[in-house]
């Protein structure tokens, strides 16, 4: 059955447009992160948000990289500035988040240490709900940089994906059956 024209040119213009979307999303993980600021201070209960920002746009560029419909040529383009955006958003998320104090130390109390990443933030006390937002950030931040990490190595070194696979044990229909049972 032949295509028509009309569906070939759509699709062409569909992996155009998702080309576009693609380096915009690329550009977005591509840049710093600029953490929230209230009254001078990082302010602390946005850093969620802020990570989750990140987060989404990472699970849209691999959807739209993992998308079987999508033009292969146009994943091959973008393959080092998606390996570089990668590597630029793990790198802002371990210094700007997961490498956050929970807690600076409060005005009276022992100094801080001069190497953290807020050696040069005014001192101010958090409240346990402000600490709560910091936990649950570093930890959002902790899972994406995992996942980040892991799909770096697949595009470096697909051989690795192949060798996980294989090295897995997957038990047969009854077995999963009996499992279940």
């Known amino acids: 059955m032949k295509k028509s024209s009309f569906t070939e040119q759509k699709k062409a213009q569909i992996n155009k447009a ?17 953490l929230p600021v209230k009254q001078g201070n990082v302010n602390d209960l946005r850093l969620l948000p802020t990570v989750t920002s990140r987060d989404t746009v990472y699970n849209n560029l691999m959807d739209f990289l993992d998308d079987p419909e999508i033009d292969a040529s146009v994943k091959v383009k973008s393959q080092s500035k998606i390996v570089s955006g990668l590597k630029k958003t793990m790198d802002e998320l371990i210094a700007k988040i997961i490498l956050r104090p929970m807690k600076p130390y409060q005005a009276g109390g022992s100094k801080r240490n001069e190497n953290s990443p807020m050696a040069d933030e005014e001192e101010f006390e958090k409240s346990d709900d402000i600490i709560s937002s910091v936990s649950n950030s570093v930890k959002k931040a902790k899972d994406l940089v995992i996942l980040i990490n892991n799909r770096i190595a697949s595009i470096e070194n697909p051989d690795s994906i192949k060798e996980k696979v294989d090295s897995l044990i997957i038990p047969s229909i009854a077995e999963r059956y009996a499992r279940n049972r």
């Open 18 to 34: 998702i080309e576009f979307a693609i380096n915009e999303h690329l550009s977005v993980l591509n840049s710093d992160i600029v």
